[in-house]
């Protein structure tokens, strides 16, 4: 259980606000970027981290955030350029040890792994969920996984 | 196995279409429905199912769709309010006897499950699948769950 991780994450939507306030729940150090100043209000209110409100492709946003301290960086924000952009300056100039992103496009988690970007696509997972759920005849419920 | 199930899928955005490709490719009769006719050319060159463009909110769309023969209907589009109407329409008006529905906002999911649609949260899978990669230090593939 290392919970006390420095970790960036980039983007905070629903999935951003969601995975910051469980790291931070969990007692890691975390910081979130994003451009929209208004998306920090869904980060909870006991969300013990870092806002940084700028652009994530500038690099003195990066740098204000710490990239170089950061064990880990997770770019989660709706566009898969974005995501891929600022993935690869965490991972080669910034030598982040674990760098993650967020891909929707199926097509593109090839060339993301080729990148050493390590990636997850909500879309190829739901599509999957989905399938076996019908396969199955009943939806294994979600709660039941957790 | 049973490939052989009518199903119907509101929505050909990414998880739709290659939700609807796969049921396909398995087997099974599928229909897509949506409202932007230029999204049926995400469906594979081997789709042997029907396309409906149309409104999904609408009954005579549903009706052209067949609805009451489904065994299965999945509402996928972007909109967590047209997913649950549609879906609530197919459980109550059509009688179809399984009901999924992709759900983006988590704290919808309790509604839509007192409502009978099972939920599917892609923004819950993915927060869920970049913590545990964090946990582990170490990404688990995508490909080795396939």
Redesign the interface.
């Known amino acids: 259980m ?1 919970n006390n ?1 420095y ?1 960036v994450v980039v983007g905070c939507g ?2 951003g606000s ?2 910051a306030n ?2 931070s729940r969990e007692g890691n150090s975390v910081v979130v970027i994003d451009r929209n100043e208004a998306t920090f209000d869904d980060l909870s209110s006991d969300f013990s981290g870092f806002r940084v409100h700028g652009d994530a492709t500038q690099l003195s946003v990066l740098k204000e955030a710490k990239l170089s301290k950061a064990h ?1 960086f ?1 770019a ?1 924000t709706h566009e898969d350029n974005v995501n891929l952009m600022v993935a690869q300056i965490a991972r080669r100039l910034f030598d982040v040890p ?1 760098v ?1 992103a ?1 891909v ?3 097509k593109r ?1 090839d060339i993301y792994a080729q990148l050493g970007i ?14 076996r ?3 199955n ?3 294994e ?2 709660g039941e996984q ?1």
């Open positions: 290392q991780k970790i629903r999935v969601q995975l469980q790291l880990a997770v989660t674990h993650m967020r929707f496009d199926p988690e390590e990636t997850i696509c909500p879309t190829s997972v739901a599509a999957g969920m989905f399938l759920a019908i396969a005849g009943a939806m419920k979600q957790a």
